[in-house]
Structures are given as C-alpha cells and as structure tokens.
C-alpha cells in the first residue's frame, strides 16, 4: 500500500518504536479514554446530579489544577526516588482513587477532597509518565514517541468523549456514576499493563539522585529559558483554546453551542491526521524553530478568530481550530524532546516535574483573566495580547536555539 504523500508505504510514516513504548503508548490510550469519558462532565455532574452550587462546583474543578502546583513537582521527586514506571502507577492508583471517591461524591467537603485526590494524581502522572516514555527509547526517537503519544492521547480522548455524551443522561444519573467507575478502572488498567512491563532504564534510580535535587534544575539557565517559553505558549495558547476561544466565540461571534463542538472536533481530527506528517516534516531540522513556527500557527488562530469574531463564520472558527491544531503538533514533537535532553538521568524526574508544572501555572493563570476580560468587553484587546505573547514565544525559542547543543536541538534524520 502506497502512501498518500508519496512512494514511500504508508506503514513507514508510523515511527519504529520498542515494544516497551508501544507498551507504555498503548496503556495511555485506554487512560485516556476514561479521561474523555468524565473530564468533560464532571462540572455539570457535580451540580446537575450532586445539587452543588454551580459556583462551588466550579471551585472544584480548579481543584483538580491547582492540585498539580502540588503534584507535579511530587510526581517528579517520585521518579527520580523509586523509578519512572513505579511513580506512573503510584499516580495511577491515587487517580483512579479519585475518580472512584467522585463518583461517590454526596456533600461539598467530599467534593473538594475527591477533586483534590484526582488532580494530585494526573498532575503526579504527567511528569513520570514524561520520564518513562523518554527512557523506552533512545535519545534520537525521543520526538517520535512523543508525537505518537499525542496523537494517540488524542485518539483516547475524542472517542471516550464521544462514548460519554452517548452513556451519560440526566434522566438516568447512575450514568455519571458509571462512567466515573470506568474512569478509575482505566487507571487500573494502565497500572496492570505497566506491571507486565520489565527491563525499563529507569526502574532503578541511579545511585546519584541523593546528591541532586530541584536546586540543581534551577541552575540550568537554558531550562529556565525553555521553562518560560513554555510557560508562556500554554498561558496564550493552551489555556486559551479551553478559555478564551470558547468564550469569544459564543459570546462575541455568536456561535452555537453545536458550532463551538464542530470547531473542536476539526481541531482534534487535524491533531491526529497531521501528527505523523509533520513529524516527517521536521524530521533534520531544529527543535526550536518547530518551536516558533508552532507560536507562529497559534497566533494565526487567535487572528482568524478575531477575524471569525466580527463576522460570525462557523467557517472562520473551524479554520482558525485547525491552525491551532496544527501548531500543536509542532510541539508535541519539539518541547518535551528537549527537556528530555536537558535532562540528567539522575534528575529526569524533577526536570520533567518543573516542566509540568510550567504546564499547570499556565493554565491556572491564563483562563481566570481571559474569562474576566471578555465579561468586560475587551476580547479584541485581550487577543491582541495573546497573539503578541505568542510573538515572545517565538523570540524566546531562538534564544533557547543558540544556547542549545546542535545534537539536543536537532530531529534526528535516522530515527
């Protein structure tokens, strides 16, 4: 079978992974699919089904994010002490507790507490797991095993999304119940596939962790730079597709509800589609000027949307998710690679721990003011500031370019 692209098969556009990270790969595809099945209801579980204040309920939902200005760097002091894959399943089995005691949820302090234990968990996760997949390959197929498990994380989640809106009913609320159940059994599913995995780099901690410490991922000034760049790009990006973009849409554009969906759902299928192919695209070329030309698309989308805005066009939306999109598979290949690379074995743990955190204080920070900004009538002026913080991002990789080494800011041609 020939490829679309070209004369190559089409088999050989899917990276040549280990079996270890199609393990690992495979086992966050089912996590996913329990994420997707609950993440996007459980605001309204917690009020509709549990009678919480939708206010309150709200509260609880950040719960879950500012847990991981806790768990993340936790997650990752976990990695470097007890091995990457024992930390991902100590993540796993405080999640899927989470999950489990939300489905349960009766009175506003059990809410709190169960959002609490779930947000510590995934934010736990994200930084061993980094840690984990950057250890099932070598250091030269670091981009692809990344770009994979974006692509499949999105896999995961669109389809359990898609199985949650057709399981949950408000006629029935022991649908909510169930799906939060199945949401903790993916969790235990992951944690039983990773104890069938052996022989992992980063099972046992190198005898120097004891000597190091987050003091010495402080120290590393061109991580600090890279810490900020990324920072940054989830602040005005990231955070905003889940923030900003909805909001401006329907508020300012007028989009209907089933619009904003459709506009989401072109921009997760651009993220499966194109993965592979940029990957492709980039592979000889440096890291951070995927970097920029991510930052690049991302403020193109914010354009188109403001562009959308004063018009109307479902169209316009769906174009400007796609833009997105596509931005976001330049990075999935590009960022976590070069932290990865930055870091120490005896600190790849914590250096992914920082890293996530970067993730959380974006996306806790980003959100609130975009929400507040546009109440007040000013999303042109705030996607004004988005797309010129973007425009930072872009400047701030080429910083990060010229301290890098070639062979830490390269996609290896032979991989």
Do not use: C
Request: aromatic share 10%; hydrophobic share 55%.
């Amino acid at each position: 079978m020939k490829s679309w692209l070209g004369s190559e098969p089409a088999s050989s556009w899917i990276p040549r992974l280990s079996p270890r990270a199609w393990f690992v790969l495979g086992g966050d595809a089912v996590s996913a699919l329990g994420s997707g099945l609950t993440l996007p209801f459980l605001l309204v579980y917690l009020h509709q089904v549990r009678g919480i204040n939708l206010g309150v309920a709200g509260l609880m939902l950040s719960t879950v994010a500012l847990a991981g200005l806790v768990g993340n760097p936790a997650g990752g002091w976990l990695a470097d002490r007890i091995g990457a894959r024992r930390a991902v399943i100590a993540g796993l089995a405080v999640a899927a507790a989470g999950a489990g005691a939300i489905a349960l949820v009766h009175a506003t302090w059990h809410g709190f507490a169960a959002t609490f234990l779930y947000g510590m968990g995934m934010a736990a996760l994200l930084p061993a797991q980094d840690a984990l997949l950057a250890t099932t390959v070598d250091a030269a197929q670091r981009p692809q095993v990344f770009a994979v498990r974006h692509a499949t994380l999105n896999v995961g989640l669109s389809v359990g999304t898609v199985l949650g809106a057709l399981i949950v009913s408000f006629q029935t609320p022991s649908t909510f119940v169930l799906v939060f159940v199945l949401d903790a059994a993916s969790f235990v599913a992951f944690a039983l596939v990773l104890g069938r995995l052996r022989d992992v780099q980063s099972d046992a901690a190198e005898p120097s962790f004891a000597e190091g410490s987050y003091r010495h991922v402080l120290r590393d000034r061109v991580f600090l730079r890279m810490w900020v760049l990324v920072f940054l790009l989830v602040m005005a990006g990231y955070a905003q597709y889940h923030a900003a973009f909805p909001a401006y849409a329907t508020e300012v554009g007028g989009l209907s509800p089933r619009g904003l969906g459709l506009a989401f759902a072109a921009n997760m299928v651009t993220v499966v589609v194109a993965q592979l192919v940029v990957l492709r695209m980039m592979t000889g070329r440096r890291r951070t000027r995927g970097i920029a030309l991510a930052a690049a698309f991302m403020a193109a989308a914010w354009a188109m949307t403001l562009f959308a805005g004063s018009r109307g066009a479902l169209p316009l939306f769906v174009a400007a998710m796609v833009l997105f999109g596509i931005g976001e598979t330049l990075v999935s290949p590009t960022v976590p690679a070069i932290v990865n690379d930055l870091a120490p074995d005896s600190l790849r743990g914590r250096y992914n721990g920082a890293y996530a955190l970067a993730w959380t204080v974006g996306y806790v920070g980003g959100p609130g003011v975009a929400g507040l900004v546009i109440a007040a009538g000013h999303g042109h002026g705030l996607f004004a500031v988005l797309i010129a913080t973007l425009g930072v991002v872009a400047l701030l990789a080429w910083s990060v370019g010229r301290r890098l080494p070639l062979k830490a800011n390269l996609i290896d041609a032979t991989s």
